[in-house]
């Protein structure tokens, strides 16, 4: 199993890095595509949902799941032909933003052809998912993993600070 390096915030209002300004760029383009749908339906209720999942998913899909327990978020993601180097994760209490990028080069194999290579194709994979939680995570804890192709990230939920609450009595 490979780990993936986490960026841990301590604080959710802390946007200062780049990653939040392109997750609010991508957040953009999904409104813009699912309001495209939407008026391509003809502006009819019912399907909003609908059209927002499959704007997510032109834009910045691979598969996830999302399994919530007593005690942690499992996040899964399906990450085929991407390097633990080439995944970096961002972490703060409320939200796990998850960033891929690869490149890969197309060569003509030299050894079948015996030929030189004239042109060489190069495309890129990106991918940029963004989760939020109902409940607070301790992003010192979070742990990630790339094993198969899948991307598994573990965040505690943290714990409820104990309070005295006094109960006050009719006389």
Same mark, same amino acid.
């Given at each position: 199993m490979s780990e %993936? &390096? %986490?960026? &841990?915030?301590? &604080?959710? #209002? #802390? &946007?200062s890095l780049p990653v939040f300004r392109q997750a609010e760029e991508l957040l953009e383009k999904i409104r813009a595509r699912a309001f495209s749908l939407f008026a391509d339906r003809g502006f009819k209720n019912g399907g909003s949902l609908d059209d927002w999942l499959l704007a997510e998913q032109e834009l910045c899909w691979p598969a996830a799941k999302i399994v919530e327990s007593e005690v942690d978020y499992t996040v899964e993601l399906s990450l085929g032909g991407y390097d633990p180097g080439e995944v970096e994760i961002t972490v703060t209490p409320g939200e796990i933003v998850v960033q891929a990028h690869a490149e890969t080069e197309r060569k003509p194999d030299r050894k079948k052809r015996k030929t030189d290579v004239h042109r060489s194709e190069c495309r890129s994979n990106d991918v940029f998912r963004r989760f939020e939680f109902g409940v607070e995570v301790d992003s010192s804890r979070v742990s990630a993993s790339l094993e198969n192709g899948v991307l598994k990230i573990v965040a505690p939920k943290r714990e409820a600070e104990a309070r005295n609450v006094t109960i006050a009595t009719a006389a």
């Open positions: %993936v &390096r %986490v960026k &841990r915030l301590q &604080r959710a #209002d #802390d &946007r």
